[in-house]
């Protein structure tokens, strides 16, 4: 357009007019004509950084394979990086892992409406609100088990877990118990007051035995909504995790075998798995210090 001739002056109208009628600035026109004359892949702006992607995605599959946990994702990776000194950003880690095929396979969710459960299900302070939930494994002698879980909601730290060959509401208390008397120092008549217990609707945390439980440690029965899991979340992500790091890649002969490999697992993963939303710290370090900050606070 800038070549074409005025019908009126007989001389072509100029970029300075083009790009005053069209509200453009100059330089965008210069740049646009130097990258059709020139054409090259885009890159980044700025000063290279000391690792080159070849050198860093080396780096990346070493945090990998000598990571102890399987299918972490680029924000972990990123972290473990950080730990080790290579100081790069999640985003070029992400771009180096997707083309790589190193990211971990994840299920596509569909539409939802809006939420049932809106605000937040993560407390400030640690022993405030705990998740429990239950899920189930085979083993080869004795077939399938019930495994049931409990996490603090506010650092992630898992405070008790059960292995049991029938999931009744009496082996559905167990990781309960373990949690109130490692975290309360006492197991008797309202020595829970103030905690919070979010659990779905299934028989064993719905039935009389389990509620008549919570409200004689004095701790207040939270339910989840129905058919919104992301009520019940912190449970739900920690089954996940424990699926993928135990259940789905080991086998147990009996029920006994599972239930001490599932404790060695909880204390494994309070002391080594790293959480995000703390500053990649584990869940230990996590709930000492959220318990650190309500006792200066009192």
Not at 89 to 96: A, C, P
């Amino acid at each position: 357009m800038t070549r074409q001739v005025s019908p009126s002056a007989m001389r072509p109208y100029g970029v300075s007019r083009t790009c005053r009628v069209l509200e453009i600035p100059r330089s965008t026109f210069h740049a646009c004509k130097a990258r059709l004359l020139d054409p090259k892949p885009p890159r980044k702006r700025g000063p290279k950084g000391p690792w080159g992607d070849e050198a860093l995605l080396g780096e990346i599959r070493r945090v990998l394979e000598s990571s102890p946990w399987n299918g972490e994702g680029h924000r972990k990776v990123w972290a473990r990086l950080r730990f080790e000194g290579v100081r790069t950003s999640k985003g070029r880690v992400l771009r180096l892992m997707r083309e790589a095929g190193l990211l971990a396979p994840v299920r596509v969710g569909k539409p939802r409406g809006p939420q049932a459960h809106e605000g937040t299900i993560i407390p400030d302070r640690a022993n405030v609100m705990w998740g429990t939930d239950s899920t189930t494994t085979l083993t080869r002698l004795e077939g399938t088990a019930t495994v049931f879980i409990a996490v603090d909601h506010a650092s992630a730290k898992g405070v008790g877990i059960h292995a049991a060959k029938k999931g009744t509401r009496y082996e559905a208390l167990e990781p309960l118990r373990q949690g109130i008397r490692e975290e309360f120092g006492a197991y008797e008549e309202g020595v829970a007051a103030g905690l919070s217990l979010r659990h779905d609707h299934g028989s064993p945390f719905v039935s009389e035995v389990y509620q008549d439980e919570l409200h004689f440690l004095g701790a207040e029965s939270s339910p989840s909504f129905v058919r919104a899991p992301e009520g019940n979340g912190c449970a739900e992500r920690f089954i996940r995790t424990l699926k993928e790091q135990l259940l789905w890649i080991r086998s147990f002969d009996t029920v006994e075998e599972l239930r001490l490999a599932l404790h060695h697992f909880l204390d494994r993963y309070n002391r080594e798995w790293i959480v995000e939303r703390h500053g990649y710290i584990t869940p230990a370090a996590a709930h000492r210090r959220l318990r650190r900050c309500a006792e200066d606070a009192a």
